[in-house]
């Protein structure tokens, strides 16, 4: 039987795989920002989005967590869109 201190690691390791998988995604999101301003292109683009959600859903093995998965992927893409809109609205041409 786990204790909790354990369960406590373990939460903290994926923790911190999470922070570097954040940190990786919202480094290419100013690369997409930088393409898009270059190209004329709108920061939203929810046919992506929605093809995301549903990619992750597919990936998902405990359908349990369906609902939360969605929250949490339609969050990081709120937190993408936010910052894509103030990298755009800052970049000198």
């Known amino acids: 039987m786990d204790d909790i201190s354990s369960m406590r690691g373990e939460i903290d390791s994926i923790d911190e795989k999470l922070v570097e998988l954040f940190e990786k995604r919202m ?3 100013l690369r997409v920002a930088k393409y898009k301003r270059d190209n004329n292109m709108e920061v939203a683009d929810s046919s992506r989005e929605s093809e995301v ?3 992750s859903v597919k990936r998902l093995q405990d359908k349990r967590f ?3 998965l969605k929250y949490f992927m339609e969050y ?3 937190l993408s869109r936010d910052m894509e ?4 609205d800052n970049f000198e041409h």
């Open 85 to 88: 809109h103030e990298l755009m």
């Open 76 to 78: 990081i893409m709120k």
């Open 27 to 29: 480094e290419i999101v």
């Open 53 to 55: 959600i549903k990619k």
């Open 66 to 68: 369906e609902k939360s």
